[in-house]
């Protein structure tokens, strides 16, 4: 199983950037796929999931601003990210729990200035 992200990068407080993971070796479909975020001194943190049917689930202090979204052909998912705060900034990582394990993409830098 392989996720690679793409996306991120500097923008500042009130912009907006998108991600994305694409996942290899498995049967992308029937997972839930998820992002997660590690700022700098924090333990890492669930911000989104969507399970296979579709449904989004988002933690609280990005409910209304993040968006993640499935593309079953592209066997991608991404996470539009909108109203971006200073608390937003952290490395995010894709993440597949499937076959019993944990997998996880390398993580890709998003730094919100304000």
């Known amino acids: 199983v392989q996720l690679q992200a793409s996306g991120g990068g500097s923008v500042q407080a009130g912009g907006s950037v998108r991600l994305s993971c694409k996942a290899t070796?498995?049967?992308?479909?029937?997972?839930?796929l998820a992002w997660y975020r590690q700022a700098p001194g924090k333990e890492r943190e669930l911000v989104a999931n969507?399970?296979?049917?579709?449904?989004?689930n988002y933690e609280d202090s990005v409910q209304g601003r993040f968006t993640i979204s499935r593309d079953n052909a592209r066997r991608t998912v991404s996470l539009q990210m909108y109203s971006l705060k200073a608390e937003d900034t952290a490395v995010y990582y894709c993440?597949?729990?499937?076959?019993?394990?944990?997998?996880w993409g390398r993580g890709t830098q998003v730094t919100v200035s304000s």
């Open positions: 993440n597949v729990g499937a076959r019993g394990r944990q997998f």
């Open positions: 070796g498995i049967n992308f479909s029937i997972y839930t």
């Open positions: 969507i399970t296979s049917s579709g449904q989004g």
